[in-house]
């Protein structure tokens, strides 16, 4: 029995805390016993469903002078935690549990991993960190790939890991008729939806100045943003949206548990990021056959390869993005030529069981 022990720094449930339950998840129960060092909240609720055993920890930030006495007694509790349960490797799930995790495997004397999925890291994280030090530095794409090596991370401990969408959950024939119904009853409408968190990180602004005069020309052009965030930013949307939110043409929905209804019920998905590590919305579109619009950032180039399962826009470029989203809006043959492909390179560059597959890869190898 291999034994781990994760660490993650935010109790709350986003992109990054799926793709690590869905690792987890494909580890085979009569081979490895999690253990999970995590804030109380709805992550370590979802990880107690895997048969996984929970440290409730708060971790508190890394070399700030007023926490110096409480980094050294969380290090101390990980340390004492891998001990009692014969931890084979430490893992940090995020940038900010790394300093954790990489000492707390020099004192138990096991290898540390480290994932890089925050969106929002720099290279002067990487040391600061000590993510360098770290004996694998799992990254979503060649872009995070290639900051952490310029940081300073050995090239051979640097892994490309990108994200593995579940194609069960998320493919071309997820049912979206009761939400289009809902949202955009008109025939020949167009239903453009950005869905996921809402925030200035993703850019929700940036495409309601791209699509706001696509509307006014086009009366069939319909948009969803269906997702949660900080109120006074969605309220600032609202406001600059007015005109077309009495007609429903303009909509915001809350999150939703299936979330493969929402792509399934839109025309378009638009993706308009400042910065994504990876872009798991994206994939995840994709694999339900849309066309998608995104910014190029993450791992949206790798995705699109070259731009034959979706159209890739520099971040920021208002014009770029309003001049895509008006050809794929006109055009019905290019959605359905991008369907077929997004899909398509979903099932075979970027499945879950692929990731879980080289994850498991991964671990062995360090654990041997």
């Known amino acids: 029995m291999i034994r781990p022990i994760l660490l993650i720094h935010r109790a709350g449930w986003g992109g990054a805390e799926q793709t690590l ?20 909240g709805p992550f370590s609720e979802k990880l107690a469903g895997l048969q996984t055993n929970i440290e409730s920890i708060r971790f508190p930030a890394w070399r700030k002078m007023r926490d110096l006495i409480r980094n050294r007694l969380c290090l101390r509790s990980i340390t004492r935690l891998a001990g009692r349960v014969s931890a084979r490797v430490v893992i940090a799930g995020d940038f900010r549990t790394a300093p954790y995790a990489v000492q707390a495997a020099v004192n138990r004397g096991c290898p540390s991993l480290v994932f890089i999925q925050d969106s929002t890291i720099r290279q002067r994280h990487i040391k600061a960190y000590r993510v360098h030090r770290a004996d694998r530095v799992l990254c979503p794409s060649n ?3 290639q900051h952490a090596i310029l940081a300073g991370v050995d090239p051979p401990r640097a892994i490309l890991l990108p994200v593995g969408i579940d194609t069960k959950r998320f493919n071309p024939h997820v049912d979206g008729s009761r939400l289009r119904n809902q949202w955009m009853p008109c025939q020949d409408a167009v239903l453009v939806g950005c869905i996921g968190s809402i925030s200035p990180l993703k850019g929700q602004d940036l495409l309601l100045e791209a699509m706001l005069p696509l509307m006014r020309e086009d009366k069939r052009i319909g948009l969803i943003f269906a997702g949660s965030g900080k109120n006074s930013f969605i309220e600032n949307l609202k406001g600059r949206a007015s005109e077309f939110l009495s007609s429903n043409r303009i909509r915001f929905v809350d999150w939703m548990e299936d979330i493969g209804a929402a792509y399934a019920a839109v025309d378009v998905v638009a993706v308009p990021s400042r910065s994504e590590s990876f872009s798991r ?14 910014t190029q950032t993450g791992a ?13 826009v520099p971040v920021g470029d208002i014009s770029a993005l309003r001049e895509s989203l008006t050809h794929l809006v006109n055009d019905a043959e290019m959605r359905m030529r991008l369907r077929h492909a997004a899909s398509e390179q979903i099932v075979h560059h970027f499945s879950l069981a692929k990731s879980q597959q080289q994850f498991r890869e991964v671990l062995q190898s360090v654990c041997d």
């Open 281 to 294: 919305v994206t994939a995840e579109a994709m694999a339900c056959g849309k066309a998608v619009v995104a």
């Open 143 to 145: 872009r995070q790939l």
């Open 21 to 40: 339950l869905d690792l987890i998840e494909g580890l085979p129960t009569d081979q490895w016993q999690v253990t999970a060092a995590v804030p109380d």
């Open 300 to 312: 949206v180039e790798e995705l699109f390869d070259r731009d034959r399962c979706g159209i890739s």
